[in-house]
């Protein structure tokens, strides 16, 4: 038995898809014999669409392309030549970096919010996830709401409620969906410059960000996933080490599609002495820190802190900035141009930093990498919707605490503006009941009731450059409030806190602006585009 709901397809589309998918029911499948560019475009609409990728390429992709030239081609059958050459070069050229040279575009499909956050893990892969803010969660999969059923939980005492309380908290979202939108269209009257599709989007955008909160993190999501062979191997390895059974069942569905693209990059995942060993070595570890970590910290309870801490920078970090930009213009030693930048006059400190970040005329146009020279800490209590969107930055190390109800949750202004405070606060009272009868229980899966309205403690330690690209994008009007706070503060705190007001500076498209309809100027350019283009907007179903 397991929890995932199966698509059917008419003989033709069938015929079709066994061309370019590795399956044609399972929700892990590999795209292969498509264009790097058809395969991008694929996942970059993933996100904004409740279709599954293979309908995707049916509905939207499939009339553009010409397939006519793969009838013959069955991507469901196992490559035994390619794995015969995958063998003899992996053997004859090596194991790891071989195994970085082959990619792979994976689908995976019906995921809860706490396995996309395992599979986002990896800093060497990229990802693409279904949005909260594009998409309603109201609709339904074959009949039911669209969240994880784990089989332990559902099989015990304890299913029955599982599935009704959650239910409950769909159906509560799903209630509030149209009194939302109609207050913000009060709030926010459309403009006669604005077409009725863009105000719509814009309006139902800003509804979505408002209830995400109400949804659990057993809500599912799609993810579209392209990494090298041994990126996946890594991914599969920490899989099967992980207490939650949905991502070690999720392991081995993925390891079977990826075996019929890359067999041989993953030959060592079964391998007693290699990823066997590996996979317990990770889950003993874990286990035996976690024993340890609850005895030592045992009736220690939190202290208050504010939502955003700068825990730890280095207090000389403007010198060996200075030093770091001159490194590769001079012959002399770092240590003696660390010397040099303390004792410059801060006119020549300016100019040195003005000459190298230059005349940024967009935030993609960002300085170079001696930005990395100085490293931040922080420690954020956040909404868990808000840590989704910040914990998939690769270039920073980001982590978290257990997902439970511990540390409160967050109301958002418009809901209770709008008068539907009492009815959210319903849903954060069933999402609470649910997760503390299943903890003793199923204590990995009880973070599965857990509302993303909730707060989460997590710590991310990044450079300064990561931090640059962090905090410009983040804070860009058309984010959503709650991350935009945090990085909002993250600026604010490098500037006044740590003393680095040069580096903040250099960060000039941080947005510290409030905004009201976050979607709108997004949706204007996106028109505008489509316009001059001659292309028609894309439905956002």
């Given amino acids: 038995m397991h929890p995932y709901v199966s698509e059917t ?20 499948f590999a795209l292969v014999n498509l264009p790097e560019v058809v395969k991008g475009a694929l996942f970059a609409r993933y996100s904004r669409t409740h279709k599954s990728l293979r309908r995707l390429f049916l509905d939207e992709f499939v009339g553009e392309l010409d397939t006519s030239g793969d009838a013959s081609i069955d991507a469901t059958v196992g490559l035994k030549r390619a794995e015969e050459l995958y063998q003899k070069i992996f053997f004859e050229y090596g194991d ?19 396995l996309t956050k395992v599979l986002e893990w990896g800093r060497l892969m990229a990802y693409l996830e279904q949005s909260t803010r594009y998409l309603s969660y109201d609709s339904r999969l074959e009949g039911r709401y669209r969240y994880h059923r784990p089989p332990g939980v559902l099989s015990s005492s304890l299913g029955t409620r599982y599935v009704s309380d959650l239910d409950a908290l769909f159906g509560i979202y799903a209630e509030l969906l149209g009194p939302m939108q ?8 459309q403009q006669p410059q604005d077409s009725d599709f863009i105000y719509r989007q814009s309006i139902r955008a800003k509804a979505f960000d408002s209830l995400r909160g109400l949804l659990p993190a057993a809500a599912l999501s799609n993810v579209g996933i392209y990494g090298s062979g041994q990126s996946y191997e890594h991914l599969i390895l920490r899989m099967r080490a992980h207490p ?3 991502a070690r069942d999720y392991a081995e569905r993925m390891l079977v599609e990826l075996r019929k693209v890359i067999p041989s990059f993953l030959s060592r995942v ?7 060993a590996w996979s317990a070595y990770l889950a003993a570890t874990g286990a035996g820190t976690e024993d340890v970590a609850h005895r030592l910290l045992a009736g220690v309870a939190p202290e208050p802190r504010p939502a955003v801490t700068l825990i730890d920078w280095d207090p000389d970090g403007e010198d060996k900035l200075l030093a770091a ?3 590769p213009h001079s012959e002399l030693p770092d240590d003696q141009l660390r010397a040099v930048a303390q004792g410059l006059p801060a006119a020549d400190r300016e100019a040195l930093v003005a000459a190298w970040v230059g005349e940024r005329t967009n935030r993609r146009h960002k300085p170079g990498r001696a930005l990395e020279r100085l490293v931040y800490r922080f420690d954020v209590l956040s909404d868990y ?15 978290w605490q257990p997902l439970t109800p511990r540390h409160g949750w967050v109301m958002p202004e418009e809901v209770a503006e709008a008068g539907l405070a009492a009815r959210f606060e319903d849903g954060m009272a069933i999402s609470t009941g649910l997760h503390d009868a299943l903890a003793e229980r199923f204590p990995a899966e009880a973070g599965y009731a857990v509302a993303l309205a909730f707060r989460l403690r997590y710590s991310i330690e990044l450079n300064a450059r990561s931090a640059l690209h962090l905090l410009e994008l983040r804070t860009q009007p058309a984010g959503h409030p709650a991350y935009r706070r945090i990085c909002q503060e993250m600026h604010r705190l490098i500037a006044e806190q740590a003393g680095h007001r040069t580096v903040a ?14 979607r709108l100027e997004s949706e204007r350019r996106a028109e505008a585009r489509r316009q001059s283009t001659g292309h028609e907007a894309a439905a956002g179903s």
């Fill in 270 to 276: 079964d391998r007693p002495d290699r990823g066997r």
């Fill in 325 to 327: 930009i001159l490194y």
């Fill in 96 to 114: 790891d970096s071989v195994a970085q040279l082959g990619g792979v575009h994976l689908a995976c499909e019906q995921a809860s919010n706490l």
């Fill in 182 to 189: 109609d207050w913000f269209r009060e709030r926010f009257p």
């Fill in 505 to 518: 500076a250099a960060m000039r498209f941080v947005d510290h602006g409030e905004s009201g309809l976050e």
């Fill in 9 to 28: 397809w008419t003989d033709e589309e069938a015929d079709v898809l066994r061309r370019y998918v590795t399956n044609l029911d399972g929700p892990v």
């Fill in 385 to 399: 919707g808000a840590f989704r969107d910040l914990q998939r930055h690769r270039l920073l190390t980001i982590q």
């Fill in 244 to 246: 939650l059974p949905e």
